[in-house]
């Protein structure tokens, strides 16, 4: 069976701190997404990444993929309140049904101001 | 940008009712999923489509259907609705081909069964 398993599962923070969140797993991923939801809302795709040892940037936000393609982290740069909400990694694997994800559990974050 | 709806955004409904939650996507997605959010638990897959009236069962299907008469729209079905159905309810779609594992999500329908 497929995991993801994210850490931490809870972080609060002030504004303008950096912070990192993990993705990690033993499977191999052919891509990963994150997503982040807001609360009583669906998750919104932020990013996917496919290649080994990519690092992908958004904004304030970095992503990088592992080289072995099995783990992944999220890095915000001086966050915000708008950062607020629940960060989900998630995965496609090599041999799954069609376009299945394999979802972590999720990071909730808090940034106060 | 990719449209997905739910029909509600949330709905009270009685213990024995059947359910029905409607999704729409205005992409031409071939792959439609439906989730269930619980705290602690993370996104459960109920049951995906992949093509005009096919189903795949997912994680937990039990006490559910689905349908999937044109490509554009996926309905789940809680036969007789059960507290423990009281849930977060997530439809997503995504492109088949190169983009096959990016999901689009609709806002969600919070159902509470009592």
């Known amino acids: 069976t497929q995991l993801l398993e994210q850490s931490p599962q809870f972080l609060s923070i002030q504004e303008g701190e950096n912070l990192t969140v993990y993705c990690n797993s033993s499977s191999v991923f052919s891509s990963l997404q994150w997503y982040r939801q807001e609360p009583g809302e669906g998750p919104v795709l932020l990013v996917t990444v496919v290649t080994g040892g990519e690092v992908k940037k958004l904004k304030r936000l970095t992503f990088q993929f592992g080289d072995a393609r099995k783990d992944s982290s999220l890095h915000i740069t001086a966050a915000q309140p708008g950062d607020t909400g629940l960060y989900l990694c998630?995965?496609?694997?090599?041999?799954?049904?069609?376009?299945?994800?394999?979802f972590g559990k999720g990071t909730k974050l808090s940034v106060k101001p | 940008d990719v449209k997905v709806t739910q029909s509600s955004r949330y709905l009270v409904k009685r213990t024995g009712e059947k359910v029905f939650l409607e999704c729409v996507q205005d992409?031409?997605?071939?792959?439609m999923f439906w989730y269930r959010q619980d705290p602690g638990l993370g996104l459960r897959l109920i049951y995906f489509s992949y093509d005009v009236k096919m189903k795949e069962k997912g994680d937990i299907p039990e006490g559910y259907s689905v349908s999937r008469e044109k490509k554009e729209r996926f309905s789940l079905i809680l036969e007789s609705a059960s507290t423990n159905q009281t849930s977060m309810y997530l439809c997503?779609?995504?492109?088949?081909?190169?983009?096959?594992?990016?999901?689009?999500f609709g806002p969600g329908t919070r159902l509470t069964v009592t």
């Open positions: 992409m031409d997605h071939e792959n």
């Open positions: 997503a779609s995504s492109l088949g081909g190169t983009d096959l594992y990016e999901q689009y």
């Open positions: 998630a995965g496609g694997y090599f041999g799954g049904s069609q376009g299945n994800l394999i």
